[in-house]
């Protein structure tokens, strides 16, 4: 059965940077979309990043031009690099997996950015 491990999540200054991964397991990777979400404190989980099986990408418009999804299919594994962090992108980070109309999520990362 499918288990999402993320794992990177931290404090850092803003202007700084960090990569979050998530191993995925029990699932044919490679046929799956994958999404990073965040949720700060009395707001509403947001979509930051998407990609697709074929590694068609989308972002937040909050996050374009400073985050980037990829994934590693031999791995099982997809990362969220984060470059130019600024305080507002403090949440905590949960992995998603798609599989068909089955949705799986992560534990979740803390991640918090410092002014």
């Known amino acids: 059965q499918v288990q999402l491990v993320e794992s990177g999540g931290g404090l850092v200054q803003a202007g700084g940077s960090l990569r979050l991964s998530c191993a995925a397991s029990?699932?044919?990777?490679?046929?799956?979309?994958m999404a990073w979400y965040r949720q700060a404190p009395g707001k509403e989980r947001e979509l930051v990043a998407r990609?697709?099986?074929?590694?068609?990408?989308i972002y937040a418009d909050s996050v374009k031009g400073r985050f980037t999804i990829y994934r590693d299919n031999a791995k099982n594994t997809v990362y969220l690099q984060m470059n130019s962090l600024k305080p507002e992108d403090t949440a905590v980070y949960y992995c998603?997996?798609?599989?068909?109309?089955?949705?799986?999520w992560g534990q979740g990362t803390q991640v918090t950015v410092s002014s």
């Open positions: 998603n997996l798609g599989q068909g109309f089955n949705i799986y």
């Open positions: 990609i697709t099986s074929g590694t068609i990408s």
């Open positions: 029990g699932s044919i990777f490679s046929r799956n979309t």
